[in-house]
Structure formats: C-alpha cells, structure tokens
C-alpha cells in the first residue's frame, strides 16, 4: 500500500522558516517524481516544486518561489523535504505531496500537473501570520 505523509506545518511568522516532511512508502522511488503542492482557501492546486526519485533533479513551478523555496530528498529514509524561507502571508495553505510514476528514459523533473500523479499524501497546514 502507498502512503505519503506529510508533517511539518504550522504557525509561522512573515520572514520565518519551515522545514516540511513527506514520508514515502509502498513504492520505489528511483521510478517517480515527488512533487510538492499546495491550495489557499479558494483557490486551485499550485504546483511548488518537483523532484526525481531517479536522480535527484529539481524542478520548481515559478522563479519567486524557487527564490525562497528548496526541495529536497533524503533516498535512505524515502523522505523529501520542502524547505521553506522568508516566508509570505500569501505563503499560506494546505501543503501537499505527491507522487508521480515516471517511465524509463522520461523526464522526472519537470511541470507536472496535478492531474498526472498517482499518489497523494492528506496535507499539512501551513500558515504564515503575525
């Protein structure tokens, strides 16, 4: 059985940091694509950023928050981690990760949608105010 498990969220302050987990396990990630996501109040699904299981190639979804945020993958523990940096009210949402299978000889990291991933883990809150 997949599962992915998000933790890590919180209450954080403009300017502050936040470390967010995802916890894989039921599959191998040399053959998928670990993507972070997140949804404001209201708002659709934005892609944050995207790593590959196979080789550790990054991709993030837009410049400003490639800027500030930092993804990451500790293979040993089936973890990838979404380091977050100066951090925005605008910041604020649930943070999902997710998982995408990727066929041999297909690129892992790139603008994933949404819709493309297999596997998807409950959420963490993350919430950035004074």
């Known amino acids: 059985q997949v599962r992915l498990v998000e933790s890590g969220g919180g209450l954080v302050q403009p300017g502050g940091s936040l470390r967010l987990s995802c916890v894989i396990s039921g599959l191998t990630l040399d053959y998928y694509a670990i993507g972070w996501f997140r949804q404001a109040p209201g708002k659709g699904r934005e892609g944050v950023s995207v790593i590959s299981g196979r080789d550790g190639s990054t991709y993030y979804y837009s410049d400003p928050l490639k800027a500030r945020f930092a993804i990451s993958m500790e293979d040993a523990k089936h973890t990838v981690f979404l380091q977050m940096n100066n951090v925005k009210p605008e910041d604020t949402a649930v943070y999902y990760c997710?998982?995408?299978?990727?066929?041999?000889?297909?690129?892992?990291?790139?603008?994933?949608?949404?819709?493309?991933?297999?596997?998807w883990g409950q959420g963490t809150q993350v919430t950035v105010s004074s």
């Open positions: 997710a998982a995408d299978y990727v066929p041999l000889g297909t690129v892992a990291a790139t603008d994933r949608l949404a819709d493309d991933y297999d596997y």
